[in-house]
C-alpha cells in the first residue's frame, strides 16, 4: 500500500511540476497570439474564401492547394475538421480535394504549428506542415484516382448546390491585422540576437524574501514564471466576465481582459534575473510593443465593434474548448513520463526505422489527444528517448488515425474508401517520419 501510495504522490509532483514549467514558460509567447489569431481568421475571413475553390468543377492545381491551406485559414482543429470535412464532401466537393482537406487541416492549425515550434522545435513544426501538405496531397490524389468512376458517377448525379459558387471579398485592413498578429507571434518564437539580446536594463528596488526565493526554486520558478502564472490566474476571471457575453455588449472587463493579454506578452518578453531582480528589455520586448500598438490602432479603426465583438468570442471559444484540455494533458504527460519506463520508449523508437515510424503511426491511433494536448505528450516521448522521426509519424497519425476519427469518417464515406484512406495515412506517415529522421541524421 505505501508503494502504491509513493508511486501515486510522485505521478501527481511530476504532474504538477510539468504544468508549472508549461504555464511558467516562453510558450506563452506562442500560444497566446495563436488563439487570438485562430479566433481571428474563424470571425473575419470568411470561410467562402476556402470552400469556393473545393468544387467539382474546380481544377486540380487550384482545389488541393486550396484543401492544403484550408485548415490554416479556417483554424481547423481534430475535433472540427470531421464535421467540416462531411460538409463539403456531402455538398459536392471532389474526393481528392476533401481528402486532402482531412489529412492536412488539423497538421497546418496555427495554434497547433507555433506551440509544437515552441514546445518540441522548429525543425518539426516545419516538417509536419511541409510533409502533411505534400503527402496530403499525394493521399487525395491517389484516392481520386482509386475511386474515379465512382466519382465520376457521383458528380453527375449530383446537383449543384451553389455552396461552392458562393464568393467572398476580404478587406485589405483584414489581411494587414492578420499581417501584424502573424508578426507577433513570429517574433515571439523567434531565436535572433536581435530579439533575445537586451537593449535596456535596470534593477527593481525590492529584495524577495528569503522563504519566497526558497519556495520559487522549489518548484523549479523564477519571479517572471510566477509572475506570468500569476497572470494567468488573473485573466481566466476576468476574461469570463468580459468575454461571455461579448457579443451582447462590452463592458470594462471585456477591455480589461485584453489588456491584461497584452501585458502578459510584454512581462514575457523581457530578460530577468532571479537575484538582483535585474530587468533587461529585450529587441522582443519593444517589437512586441510597437507591434501591439500598432494592431489596436489599424483594429480600432478598421472595424466596426461587432466584427470585433465576434473576434473575441471566437478566440474565447477556442480558449474554453482547447486550454482546459491543454491543461490536463500536460499534467497527465508528467505523470506518466513519471512511472513510463525510459528503456521501453528507447526500444521501441529510439531509432529512425521503418518499424519504428510505423509504431509512431499506432501510438496515434491508441493515444489519440485533442489539438494541442498532442504536443506535450509528444514532448514526453522526445525526453524519454523516441527519436525525432517517429515522433513526426506520430504527430501526423494522431489526428488522422484516432478510433473516434477512423468510426466517423467510415460513417461519411463508407468502409471501402475508409479502409483505403486508413492504409495510405498509415504508409505516407510512416514514410513522412522516415524521411525527416534521415534528413535529421544527415544535417
Known amino acids: 500500500?505505501?508503494?502504491?501510495?509513493?508511486?501515486?504522490?510522485?505521478?501527481?509532483?511530476?504532474?504538477?511540476?510539468?504544468?508549472?514549467?508549461?504555464?511558467?514558460?516562453?510558450?506563452?509567447?506562442?500560444?497566446?497570439?495563436?488563439?487570438?489569431?485562430?479566433?481571428?481568421?474563424?470571425?473575419?475571413?470568411?470561410?467562402?474564401?476556402?470552400?469556393?475553390?473545393?468544387?467539382?468543377?474546380?481544377?486540380k492545381w487550384i482545389s488541393y492547394p486550396a484543401a492544403a491551406v484550408g485548415g490554416f485559414i479556417l483554424a481547423v482543429c481534430s475535433c472540427t475538421i470531421l464535421p467540416l470535412f462531411a460538409g463539403i464532401w456531402k455538398r459536392g466537393a471532389g474526393l481528392g480535394a476533401a481528402i486532402t482537406f482531412l489529412f492536412v487541416g488539423p497538421a497546418v492549425?496555427?495554434?497547433?504549428?507555433?506551440?509544437?515550434?515552441?514546445?518540441?522545435?522548429?525543425?518539426?513544426?516545419?516538417?509536419?506542415?511541409v510533409l502533411s501538405i505534400v503527402f496530403g496531397i499525394g493521399i487525395g490524389m491517389l484516392m481520386a484516382w482509386f475511386f474515379r468512376k465512382e466519382e465520376l458517377v457521383r458528380a453527375q448525379e449530383m446537383a449543384d448546390s451553389g455552396m461552392f459558387d458562393a464568393t467572398a471579398k476580404v478587406k485589405p485592413s483584414v489581411w494587414m491585422v492578420f499581417l501584424l498578429l502573424f508578426?507577433?507571434?513570429?517574433?515571439?518564437?523567434?531565436?535572433?540576437?536581435?530579439?533575445?539580446?537586451?537593449?535596456?536594463?535596470?534593477?527593481?528596488?525590492?529584495?524577495?524574501?528569503?522563504?519566497?526565493?526558497?519556495?520559487?526554486?522549489?518548484?523549479?520558478?523564477?519571479?517572471?514564471g510566477a509572475l506570468l502564472i500569476m497572470m494567468l490566474l488573473l485573466i481566466a476571471p476576468v476574461a469570463y466576465l468580459g468575454l461571455e457575453q461579448v457579443l451582447v455588449r462590452f463592458n470594462r472587463w471585456?477591455?480589461?481582459?485584453?489588456?491584461?493579454?497584452?501585458?502578459?506578452?510584454?512581462?514575457?518578453?523581457?530578460?530577468?534575473?532571479?537575484?538582483?531582480?535585474?530587468?533587461?528589455?529585450?529587441?522582443?520586448?519593444?517589437?512586441?510593443?510597437?507591434?501591439?500598438?500598432?494592431?489596436?490602432?489599424?483594429?480600432?479603426r478598421s472595424f466596426e465593434r461587432d466584427a470585433i465583438a465576434e473576434w473575441l468570442w471566437e478566440t474565447w471559444?477556442?480558449?474554453?474548448?482547447?486550454?482546459?484540455?491543454?491543461?490536463?494533458?500536460?499534467?497527465?504527460?508528467?505523470?506518466?513520463?513519471?512511472?513510463?519506463?525510459?528503456?521501453?520508449?528507447?526500444?521501441?523508437?529510439?531509432?529512425?526505422?521503418?518499424?519504428?515510424?510505423?509504431?509512431?503511426?499506432?501510438?496515434?491511433?491508441?493515444?489519440?489527444?485533442p489539438t494541442l494536448v498532442e504536443v506535450p505528450i509528444a514532448r514526453m516521448f522526445l525526453d524519454l528517448g523516441m527519436h525525432r522521426g517517429p515522433l513526426l509519424a506520430y504527430l501526423l497519425a494522431d489526428p488522422e488515425l484516432s478510433l473516434q476519427s477512423i468510426l466517423v469518417t467510415g460513417r461519411i464515406l463508407g468502409r471501402k474508401k475508409t479502409a483505403v484512406y486508413v492504409v495510405l495515412v498509415?504508409?505516407?506517415?510512416?514514410?513522412?517520419?522516415?524521411?525527416?529522421?534521415?534528413?535529421?541524421?544527415?544535417?
Open 317 to 369: 471559444k477556442f480558449v474554453k474548448q482547447i486550454f482546459p484540455l491543454l491543461i490536463a494533458g500536460v499534467f497527465a504527460a508528467g505523470m506518466v513520463k513519471a512511472v513510463l519506463p525510459e528503456q521501453w520508449v528507447q526500444s521501441l523508437a529510439g531509432r529512425n526505422t521503418i518499424w519504428a515510424n510505423a509504431i509512431g503511426v499506432v501510438f496515434g491511433v491508441f493515444m489519440y489527444f
Open 183 to 224: 508578426a507577433v507571434l513570429i517574433v515571439g518564437t523567434l531565436q535572433v540576437d536581435l530579439l533575445t539580446d537586451s537593449w535596456f536594463s535596470f534593477n527593481l528596488p525590492i529584495d524577495l524574501p528569503g522563504p519566497l526565493l526558497a519556495t520559487l526554486e522549489q518548484a523549479n520558478l523564477n519571479i517572471q
Open 109 to 129: 492549425n496555427i495554434l497547433a504549428i507555433a506551440y509544437t515550434g515552441a514546445a518540441i522545435g522548429m525543425d518539426i513544426a516545419l516538417a509536419r506542415i
Open 426 to 443: 498509415s504508409i505516407f506517415s510512416t514514410l513522412a517520419g522516415y524521411i525527416f529522421g534521415l534528413f535529421m541524421t544527415l544535417v
Open 1 to 59: 500500500m505505501e508503494n502504491i501510495l509513493a508511486v501515486v504522490g510522485t505521478m501527481l509532483w511530476s504532474g504538477w511540476m510539468s504544468l508549472l514549467d508549461y504555464l511558467a514558460a516562453h510558450v506563452l509567447l506562442c500560444l497566446l497570439p495563436a488563439f487570438v489569431i485562430a479566433g481571428y481568421m474563424s470571425a473575419m475571413i470568411p470561410k467562402e474564401t476556402v470552400t469556393q475553390f473545393l468544387g467539382p468543377r474546380a481544377k
Open 254 to 300: 471585456t477591455i480589461t481582459s485584453i489588456l491584461l493579454v497584452g501585458l502578459t506578452l510584454l512581462i514575457a518578453a523581457p530578460v530577468v534575473t532571479q537575484g538582483s531582480l535585474r530587468v533587461g528589455l529585450t529587441g522582443r520586448f519593444f517589437a512586441e510593443l510597437v507591434l501591439l500598438g500598432a494592431i489596436s490602432v489599424v483594429a480600432s
